[in-house]
Nanobody, 126 residues
């Protein structure tokens, strides 16, 4: 059974940095899409960044230039480097995966991703 486990969340001040990690197990699809989503209290879950098996990436406008998604294929780990953090980045962050790489170009929609982690909390104080 596919398993995704996030880590790396925490509390930082405005302008700080965090790196989230997501260890992916038993996800053996050579073609795939992987992504980070976030959900703030009272808001819908939104796509933050995604990457496909060819390394094509997509970012939400709100994080472009500040966040970087990457993956270590040998270790099956997905990363999200978050720099210049703002209070509005405060949310629960989830990693997600799907066997269809087109999920990236489709706009990082929650409904498109089959596998999800349990989340890690990021809090940014002003």
């Amino acid at each position: 059974q596919v398993e995704l486990v996030e880590s790396g969340g925490g509390s930082v001040q405005t302008g700080g940095s965090l790196r989230l990690s997501c260890v992916v197990s038993k996800f053996t699809y050579s073609s795939h899409a992987m992504a980070w989503f976030r959900q703030a209290p009272g808001k819908e879950r939104e796509g933050v960044a995604g990457i496909d098996n060819d390394g094509i990436t997509r970012y939400a406008d709100s994080v472009k230039g500040r966040f970087t998604i990457s993956k270590d294929n040998a270790k099956n780990i997905l990363y999200l480097q978050m720099n210049s953090l703002k209070p509005e980045d405060t949310a629960e962050y989830y990693c997600a995966a799907d066997p269809n790489p087109l999920r990236i170009v489709n706009g990082l929609r929650e409904i498109d991703f089959a596998y999800w982690g349990q989340g890690t909390q990021v809090s940014v104080s002003s």
